[in-house]
C-alpha cells in the first residue's frame, strides 16, 4: 500500500530556511519528511518517495566539510528539485568548471527574475517575479543537458536550470520563502505537477504527528503544561491529552488577575476536551501582594513573573516532572530570533522561566492559523471566535498609577465584562481585535446625587489589529460610548470615562 507520509523528501543541507520548505508544502497540501544527507539513500530505497528537494545550506561545494550528497540520488528516477546550494551541487556534480565561488560578498535579499514559463516548475507564474536571494557562489554556465529556465533581470545571474530527461530541477532563489512572489506556485509545481504528489495533507495527520514527536521526546517522563484558555496553550493540551494519558498534568494558576468566569469557562473547556486539568488558586493571594509593592510596569511583570515561576517550581516537584510543554508558535520563534537587535517593549512573564525541566514545544513548526483551525476540529469554536486575546498579568496590567488591591482588581473586572457584554449586544465585539478597560488611578472631581464625587477614572481602548506590532483605533459609536459610560459610572468609585483610539505606535495596546 502506498505510504502516503513519504511524498517528498527534503534533505536537509544546513539552510534556514529547511523548515518553511516543509510548512510551505503542508500549507499547500503535501506530505514530506526532513532527514539529513546521510541517511537520504537507504531511505529513499525504503520508502520510495515522489520527489525529493534539496534544501539550501551555508556550504561552498568548494569546502572540504561541504554536506555530502549520495550521487546515487540522481539515478533513481525520483525527481529532484534543488534550491539555493542544492542547486549548486546538481550543476557541480554534472560538470565541476560550472560553480563560480564567491569573490567578495554574498547575493542577499530581493531580485527580480525573468522565468521561462514554459517550464513544468514556473507554469501559470508570471514572466518576472520578485525572488529572494541569499547565496554566495553562483553556477556560472549550465552542465550539458541542462536549460536555463530564469535568470536575473540583466541575464547575468543563473536563476534556475532543468534537465527534463533526468528529472532534475534548480532554482539559486528561495521559493519557499513568503519573500519570493509566487505565490508558492513553483513548490506546487513540483509536489503536484513534475511528482505527481497527492494533496491530502490534513489537520488530522498534524494532530497526528504532533503527539507522536511530543510521545518520542517525552519518553518516560512527566509534562507539565500550564493552560491559560489561550488558544495555543488550551489546543495543545487538548491534542496531547489522549495521547499522554497520565503522563501529562495540567494546570491552570489562578493569579487574581483573570477576566470574570474565565476559571469556570477553561474548567468546562476541559472536560469537554479531557484535558484533565487542575486549578491552583492558592497562590492567588501572594500575587496580589507581591506586585501591589509597585506601580511601575515593568516592576508588576518581574513581580508577576517570580510568583508565577514560584507556582511552576512547586507544581513541577508535586508531579514529579521532567519535561515543560509550552504552546509557542513558530511565528513567536522567528520574531524573538530578531528580539535581540530590537529594544525592550515589555517583558513577557513564561520566557525562560529556568525551572531546570526539558521544554517541549510541539508547535514550534505551527502557524497561528494551523493551530486555530485544530482548534476548530476539536469543537474549540469558543476559543477561536468569541475570546479576545488577554494578558497574562491580566488585569493587574489594568490597574494604572495606584497599587493593585483586590477591590480595585474587582471594579476592572466587572467593567471588562460590562463592556464585553455591551459590545457583543451591538455586534462590535467580533470585529474589535482587542477591548482594554482599564482603571486609571487619578482622582478628579465629579457630582453624584447632589453631592461632590472625587474618584477614578475608567479608560476603554478597542483597537483593530493583524499581528498587534501596529494596531489602530476602533472608533465606537457615540450610542454605545454613552451606553457604556453610563454603565461604568454607576460605581461609586468611578467619576469619568476615557477613551482611547491612539496607534500603535507611539501607544502599545495595554497601558502598562
Ligand atoms: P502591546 O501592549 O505590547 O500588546 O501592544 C500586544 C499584545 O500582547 C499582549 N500583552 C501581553 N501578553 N504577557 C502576555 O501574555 C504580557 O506581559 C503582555 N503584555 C501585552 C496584549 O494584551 C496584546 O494582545
Known sequence: ME???HQILIIDLGSQYTQIIRRSLRYLGFHSIILPPGDSLKWVENNKPKGIILSGGSAS???????????????LGVPILGICYGMQWLAYINDRSSIQAVKEGKSYGPVEIAVNNKSSLFQNLRDKINAWSSHGDSVKHAPAGF?????????????????????????????????????NIILNNFARGVCGC?????????????GKSTKE???????????????????????LAPVLGSQLKAFMIDTGGMRKDEIEKVKKIAEKTKINLTVIGHYKNKFIEKISTTIDAEGKRAKFREVYGEVFKEVAKSYGATHMLQGTLATDLIESGSAGKSALIKTHHNVDLKL???????????????????????GLEELVAGRQPFPGPGLYLRVVGVPVTEELLEIVREADHEVTEILKKHQLYDKISQTVVALLGVNTVGVKGDGRAYGYSMVVRTVETVDFMTVKGFYLPPPVCEEITSALVKHPKIVRVFYDWTTKPPATTEFE
Do not use: W
Open 3 to 5: 505510504n502516503k507520509n
Open 61 to 75: 561545494v568548494y569546502d572540504t566539510d561541504a554536506p555530502k550528497i549520495t550521487e546515487e540520488l540522481l539515478s
Open 147 to 183: 536549460e536555463v529556465t530564469a535568470t536575473s533581470k540583466d541575464g547575468s545571474v543563473i536563476e534556475a536550470m532543468e534537465c527534463m530527461p533526468k528529472k532534475l530541477y534548480a532554482v539559486q532563489f528561495h521559493p519557499e520563502v513568503e519573500q519570493t512572489e509566487d505565490e
Open 198 to 210: 497527492l494533496q491530502d495533507y490534513s489537520k488530522k495527520d498534524v494532530i497526528a504527528e504532533i
Open 217 to 239: 521526546k517525552l519518553g518516560n517522563g512527566t509534562a507539565i503544561i500550564g493552560v491559560s484558555g489561550g488558544v495555543d496553550s488550551t489546543t495543545l493540551a487538548a491534542i
Open 356 to 378: 531546570g525541566l526539558k521544554e517541549i514545544m510541539p508547535l514550534s513548526d505551527y502557524f497561528k492559523f494551523e493551530v486555530r483551525e485544530i482548534a476548530r476540529l476539536f
